[in-house]
């Protein structure tokens, strides 16, 4: 090959430029120094109700709104809703180890994984806590991790909770009448937020009772509360994030055992608010402010 003068010089030029170009992004990738990317990871039990999924639509424009431009993944912890889902509609949010696995080979740096849970029961410690820490330290991996806690966590949660539950019962309730919260409830320790909240409530409002499906207080507690109190008429509610299978079949269902039909049976007027807590802005603010923090760690 011949070269006129003068183009030689040039075409070495050149050639370091483009070898310059190929080369920056191989060595960012060679040195670990990735570039740094954010982002928040919203971890859910799930729900296979589609009308219960608008919680989590208003809780994805909330994070969108108070945490903007951090991109925002979804993970369910609950294995039977995720399989339901994939069965049913062909697609599922991921667990959280499957969720944080996709969002490092996005080129995630630092992420905070916000639980959407009530309490910190089961779900939280094994299938997201746990999850996060096996997650911490692979080669490669993520540079920040951070975890932002349920909704009831500590002291300081419990009177924003009860502020929640107070700024959002329905207007319609008159003196006299009673509030029921359906909480899920669980063998785990994490139970304990439940009676908590109860004394919590009654520093500032002793018509409002907490019952749990599974767990303490029971329904019978309820019951035997509200009778003692002498009270004609109960508003029924959800203490879940989505007002799914829990809230519209065990708790407002037609079925014997449900509770409305108990607490009907038992005498009481009972209206159902078929909501679940994060369709409340004031719900959502608590779970916010603990991704809040969670952002923060990771600066
Ligand atoms: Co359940």
Redesign the pocket.
Known sequence: MRFVPGFKAASAATLALILCLICIPALAGHDGAKAPKKGILLVAFGTSVPEAKVSFLDMQKQVAKDCPGVPVRWAYTSNIIRHKLQKEEGVSPDSVQTALAKMMDEGFTDVAVQSLHTIPGEEFHQKVLSVVNSFRGIPGGFHKLSVGLPMMTGPGDMEKVVDAILATTPKQRKKGEAVVLMG?GTHHAGNIYYPGLQWYLAQKDSDILVGT??GTPSLDYVVAELKARKVKAVWLRPLMSVAGD?ARNDMAGAEDDSWISVLTKAGFKVTPVIKGTAEYPAFRAIWVEHLKAALATLD
């Open positions: 899920h499906v599974e829990h």
